[in-house]
């Protein structure tokens, strides 16, 4: 089991950009790729982005292409999620998550990932 501990949510005005960051632990030695999905109100938890161990391939929801960047960190245990350009449509609850042991080809899905973060919450006003 990993333990994942999403930061760096917070209150953004429409154009501003927010950086998330999110710490996994727990099991050294270990590879495993990343991602970031979010859940608006009323809304089903959706996939944002993803990136591989090496963080030298990233996938991204088509709605936020362009605009946030997913990256991992050196010691392959941090990632990060910069998000410019915010939206109101942006605002949600922000969920690190693992894929531990799912198929990496599952990246899009909640199916794909097997640990996840109690959530960071993002809220951008018009």
């Not at 495993?32 to 090496?54: D, I, N």
């Not at 990632?79 to 449509?89: D, F, I, R, S, W």
Request: aromatic letters at 12%.
């Amino acid at each position: 089991q990993v333990q994942v501990v999403e930061s760096g949510g917070g209150l953004a005005q429409a154009g501003g950009s927010l950086r998330l960051s999110c710490a996994a632990s727990g099991r050294p030695g270990t590879r495993y790729a990343m991602g970031w999905f979010r859940q608006a109100p009323g809304k089903e938890r959706v996939f944002v982005a993803h990136v591989t161990w090496s963080g030298s391939t990233t996938h991204y929801a088509d709605s936020v292409k362009g605009r946030f960047t997913i990256s991992r960190d050196g010691d392959k245990n941090t990632v990060y999620l910069q998000m410019n350009g915010l939206a109101p449509e942006d605002t949600g609850v922000y969920y690190c998550a693992v894929a531990e042991y799912a198929p990496a080809t599952a990246w899009g899905a909640t199916r794909g990932y097997d640990d996840w973060g109690q959530g960071t919450q993002v809220t951008v006003s018009s």
